[in-house]
C-alpha cells in the first residue's frame, strides 16, 4: 500500500515497516518468536507494534503468538500453520485429491501434537493425534504462500482404513479407493508405519475384490498379515456378513465394489 494510505490509518513509522516488510517477503502467516528471523530485522518494540496493529485491524491474532494478515484466509494453509507436525488428512485430503465429491465444513488436520479443536473464520478445524511413527506420506500442495502439508493419496487411503470416523462413510472410502491411482509399495511403507493388521487385511481385500491394477505386491503383502484372528470389513458395521478364509475378513459391507 502506499504510504499516505497507512498515514490515514495513524499508523506509526515502525507499524508502516513492519508491514512494508511482510509485503517484501510475501508474508501472510507468521509467529512472534519468529518474525524477526525472517525480516532479518530487529524491532524494539515488537509486541507494541503488533498490539496495534490488530487494533487497527491490518492483522488478526489467531492465537495467542500466531498471527495471520487481514486478507489471509486459506484454510488449508491456515490449519497446517496453528497445528504444529501436522498435515491436512483424513475426509479433507480425500477431497482435495478429488476422491470425493462429499465435502465437510470441517478440515481434517493429523499432527504427532496435542491440539484442540478451533473455529477460525468459520471453518472448523479438527486435530487427529497420530502416533509419531505414523507420521508418513506427507506431500506439499500448492505453491508460495498458498503452500501446506497434505497426506498423499496411499496415506489417505491408509489413514481412513486405520481411522474411518473421520471419513465419509465406507462406501464413499470404497468409491475412492475404485478410482484412487495407488502404488503398491507406498501402500505396503504406509501400512506397515500404521502397524496395524487390520487396515492391511481391508485394504488387501478390497484392492482385490476390486481389481485395481498393479497391486499383486500388495495382496501378497497383505496375505502374509493374516493371522487366526477374524476381522470385520467395515469396523463399524454389524458382525454379520461372507466370511472370507482368504483374508480372514467378514465382509459386512453393503457395498463393497
Known sequence: MADSVYMSEHITKSQLEFLKLLDDYEIEL???????????QKFDNLSEVLESLVDKELLVRIEKGKFRRQSFRYEYVIGTFIVENSAVAYWSALNLHGLTEQFSNTVFIQTTTQKNNKSILGTSYKSVRIAPNKRTGIIQNGYGNLQYSITDVEKTIVDFFDLPQHSGGYVELIRAVSQAKM???????????????AVTKRIGYLVKLLQIPSMESFIDFAKMQVKNKNNLFDPQGLEKGEFVAECSMRQNSDNPG
Do not use: G, P, R, W
Request: proline share 0%; aromatic share 12%; hydrophobic share 45%.
Open 183 to 197: 502404488q503398491a509399495s507406498k501402500l505396503v511403507d504406509y501400512c506397515q508405519a500404521v502397524n496395524n493388521i
Open 30 to 40: 507468521f509467529k512472534f518468536s519468529e518474525i524477526e528471523l525472517l525480516l532479518e
